[in-house]
T-cell receptor, first 114, second 114 residues
C-alpha cells in the first residue's frame, strides 16, 4: 500500500527565509507524488507534481520539490518565504493506474513571521 | 477555478438523522471523489467514482454511501449521522487520467453532528 509521511505538523519561518517541508513516501511501485496547498477556509490547490519526467519539479508561487528515490523523499522548498505562503501543505501519492487512489499526508501548517 | 460546487457549505444536524451532501461539476470530468478532513489526519478518501453508476470504497467508507446517476453529480449520504462524522467534507474531480493527473477540489462542506 502507498503512503506518505509528513515530518512536522507545524513549521515556522521568518519572511525571506528558506522554506523546507518534508515528505517521505512508501510505495512498492514508482509513484506519482504531489504537493497541494490549502489556504484558510478553502479547498486544496495543486502546487506541483512528480510523474517521473524530471526529478526536480517546479511549481507555482516559486515552490519546487525534488524526487529522491534513494531517500524515498519528495521535500518541498522555496528559497525565500513570503507572508502569503502561510497555509497548510499536503503531500500526496498515487499509483499509475486510472483507478488508483490519491493518498494524503497529515499536512504541515506553515507560519511566516515578519 | 474548476467548476465544482458543493452544497450545502455548512450544516448542523442531529445524531441519527440522514444527511446528503451534493457535489456538482461543470467540467465533464469522469472521476469524482469524496474526502473528509480532520485535524491530524489530513484528507481521507471516503468513496470515489470513475464513471456514472461506477463507485468504489475508500479508506473510511463505513457509515457512508454514494450515488452517481449522471456525470455532473456525486452525492454523499450519511445514513445515520454520528458525532464522529463531524468533519469538513471535500469533493474532488479529475480528468480521464484518474488521480495521476491534477485533482480539483471544491470549497468544502462543514458538517456538525450534535
Amino acid at each position: 500500500a502507498q503512503s506518505v509521511t509528513q515530518l512536522g505538523s507545524h513549521v515556522s519561518v521568518s519572511e525571506g527565509a528558506l522554506v523546507l517541508l518534508r515528505c517521505n513516501y512508501s510505495s512498492s511501485v514508482p509513484p506519482y507524488l504531489f504537493w497541494y496547498v490549502q489556504y484558510p477556509n478553502q479547498g486544496l490547490q495543486l502546487l506541483l507534481k512528480y510523474t517521473s519526467a524530471a526529478t526536480l519539479v517546479k511549481g507555482i508561487n516559486g515552490f519546487e520539490a525534488e524526487f529522491k528515490k534513494s531517500e524515498t523523499s519528495f521535500h518541498l522548498t522555496k528559497p525565500s518565504a513570503h507572508m502569503s505562503d502561510a497555509a497548510e501543505y499536503f503531500c500526496a501519492v498515487t499509483g499509475r493506474g486510472n483507478t488508483d487512489k490519491l493518498i494524503f499526508g497529515t499536512g504541515t501548517r506553515l507560519q511566516v513571521f515578519p | 477555478d474548476a467548476g465544482i460546487t458543493q452544497s450545502p457549505r455548512h450544516k448542523v444536524t442531529e445524531t441519527g438523522t440522514p444527511v446528503t451532501l451534493r457535489c456538482h461539476q461543470t467540467e465533464n470530468h469522469r472521476y469524482m471523489y469524496w474526502y473528509r478532513q480532520d485535524p491530524g489526519h489530513g484528507l481521507r478518501l471516503i468513496h470515489y467514482s470513475y464513471g456514472v453508476k461506477d463507485t468504489d470504497k475508500g479508506e473510511v467508507s463505513d457509515g457512508y454511501s454514494v450515488s452517481r446517476s449522471k456525470t455532473e453529480d456525486f452525492l454523499l449520504t450519511l445514513e445515520s449521522a454520528t458525532s464522529s462524522q463531524t468533519s469538513v467534507y471535500f469533493c474532488a474531480i479529475s480528468t480521464s487520467g484518474g488521480l495521476n493527473t491534477e485533482a480539483f477540489f471544491g470549497q468544502g462542506t462543514r458538517l456538525t453532528v450534535v
